[in-house]
Every structure is written in structure tokens, then in C-alpha cells.
């Protein structure tokens, strides 16, 4: 008898282990980076009108009255755990369990919250994956919530509104932010790939820019690491968090990609995958959104474009 639990549970452990193409990936190789990823996954190669991410979100935006606030259900509260953090050699991992769901916000269904990660840049270099204006935060994370109907992620990445991702970027002030701390504190316990450490856990809204909630972007994409799958409802808060420099660099310098016992260490940096065109595709501020003006042809930029298109004929 087909087992699909069965099939899919297999599919996470070929996913998983280091032989599988999903996971020869890299940043910083050219035969490996985010350009190469469509060799070694071809869902990753993307196509003209596909719908790929990370994208560029700017003033061409149009507002949509209907996206208030989602409501993310266990987020103020202290979750069950603990929570495992973990060095995948291509990010830092917290899979926080399974008590918080999110929905609401124009989100077609409730997801349930799986895991958050980070995507980084340099000493010198931000890395968040998404921009904005062109402007690259230094860090961005990354909330992923599965939709309740499917049994596992693997079977969300067949289904165009499979997963929501809350996408938060991160700024750098010169206090260090307390509940990041629960995580950065971690870190040295992770510090190379395949290390996990337990995490006690804390309110997941603490994160997330708690106070500018209603203000965000949302527009559909893909994942932004193999296999690429156009399946994320994308939810980028329009406000960041502030972390410090401090503790940027502890992600920004000690991590790294490779394993412990590796003959040549290989700090992991830049773990972000380059933008990519919007095409037909809506993008849209939520009611609350404030960064852009209320008018989506913005005077400068219709000149700015036009010059551009003058110049390069
Ligand atoms: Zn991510």
C-alpha cells in the first residue's frame, strides 16, 4: 500500500543528508553559489514571469486596505521546549517547536510555525535577502509557518501558498537587544555545521517588531535557498529590529559553513540569494505601511526610470 507519510519522511532524510544535491549549495563558490543553484536543482533556475525570491521592495508598491495585522497565536507566550539550534553549515537554525501558529493578514489559511533563521552578510557587508529601496539591511530573519493542511514541509512545497515566511530585517544599534540574546548567547554552541545546542524558550514575539506590527509588505515567492520552491506567502515588517554590532559579529565572524574537524575552517557569510525580478507580479503594502508615499506613481521615480531607459536605450 502507498504510504505517503511514509514517502515524504524519506524525502526529508535524503534531504537531509549530505549527499543530496539539495544540500551541496554554498554562497561564496562560484561553482556552488546562488547563480550555479539551477545546475544543481533545476527548480532553482529561474524563468522568465517565475516567481522567485528575494525581491527588491520599493514605491511601486500598491497598498492593499485589506492586509491588517496577522494574528500570531502563542507568540507572547513561553512555549513548551526546549528549542533546538542548529549550524547547517548554510544558516543558524532555531526549530521552535510546535505550540504557535500564525493567520489572518490576507493569509489564505493557518500555519503552523516550524523554525526561524538568519541570513547574514560580512565583517564590512550587509546580508539581509530582500532590499528595500535597493538598501541592504545587515541581517535578516526568517519566521517559517507551514500550512496546517499539509503533514510536513515537503508536502507545503507542492502548493503555491504553501508556507509563510515572516520576514524581519535587522539593524544594528549600539545596545544589545536582551532577547536576541537568548539566541547570540548560543551561538559559540553552534559555531560550525551540524552542531545543535538546546535553547530555553522565550516569547517569540519579543523578535519581531512588536510595536509597528500592522506595517508590512506582502507579496507571493519562493524559497530563497534549493529547492527554490514557489511556494511562500511573503510577509516583510516594514520596521526593523535593532541588534549590536556585537552581536551582528558573532554571526557575521563565528560561524562557519564547514565542520568541526575540516582541514580549512570556512566562515559562513553572505548567506544570501540575489534579488530577483518582480515581473507581473502584485506587491503590496499593508494598510498600515508607512515607509512609501500613499501613491504608487511616485513623480521622481517616473523620471528616474524614464532616464534609464533613455540611457540604456
Ligand atoms: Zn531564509
Redesign the pocket.
Known amino acids: 500500500q502507498w504510504d505517503e507519510n511514509r514517502v515524504q519522511n524519506f524525502l526529508i532524510i535524503w534531504w537531509k543528508s549530505s549527499s543530496s544535491p539539495l544540500d551541496d549549495y554554498c554562497y561564496n563558490e562560484p561553482h556552488c553559489d546562488p547563480y550555479a543553484w539551477g545546475d544543481l536543482v533545476p527548480s532553482c533556475h529561474p524563468l522568465l514571469e517565475e516567481h522567485h525570491s528575494p525581491i527588491d521592495l520599493d514605491g511601486r508598491m500598491s497598498r492593499n486596505q485589506s492586509l491588517d495585522s496577522l494574528l500570531l497565536e502563542g507568540f507572547q507566550e513561553v512555549q513548551t521546549g526546549p528549542w533546538i539550534l542548529q549550524n547547517d553549515g548554510h544558516?543558524v537554525i532555531l526549530q521552535v517547536g510546535s505550540g504557535m501558529s500564525v493567520r489572518g493578514g490576507g493569509l489564505p489559511d493557518v500555519y503552523h510555525t516550524a523554525q526561524l533563521?538568519?541570513?547574514w552578510g560580512g565583517p564590512a557587508s550587509n546580508g539581509s535577502?530582500h532590499t528595500v529601496d535597493r538598501r541592504r539591511y545587515p541581517m535578516?530573519m526568517?519566521v517559517?509557518n507551514v500550512k496546517a493542511v499539509h503533514p510536513n514541509f515537503t508536502a507545503a512545497l507542492g502548493d503555491p501558498t504553501g508556507l509563510a515566511?515572516l520576514?524581519v530585517f535587522i539593524d544594528v544599534a549600539y545596545a544589545d537587544n536582551v532577547h536576541f540574546g537568548h539566541i547570540s548567547q548560543k551561538l559559540s554552541s553552534v559555531a560550525y555545521k551540524g552542531q545543535t545546542t538546546k535553547i530555553k524558550p522565550f516569547p517569540l514575539l519579543n523578535l519581531l517588531p512588536k510595536h509597528n506590527m500592522s506595517q508590512y509588505y506582502r507579496y507571493y515567492g519562493s524559497?530563497?535557498?534549493p529547492p527554490c520552491s514557489q511556494a511562500v506567502v511573503w510577509t516583510l515588517y516594514e520596521v526593523p529590529v535593532h541588534i549590536s554590532w556585537s552581536q551582528l559579529a558573532q554571526f557575521t565572524s563565528q560561524i562557519f559553513s564547514t565542520e568541526e574537524d575540516a582541514e580549512q575552517v570556512t566562515p559562513l557569510q553572505n548567506n544570501f540569494r540575489h534579488v530577483h525580478p518582480t515581473f507581473s507580479r502584485g506587491v503590496f503594502m499593508s494598510k498600515g505601511a508607512k515607509r512609501f508615499p500613499a501613491s504608487s506613481s511616485h513623480p521622481l521615480r517616473a523620471t528616474v526610470t524614464l532616464l534609464h531607459a533613455l540611457l540604456i536605450g
Open positions: 544558516s533563521h538568519f541570513h535577502e535578516e526568517h517559517v515566511v520576514g524559497l530563497t535557498t
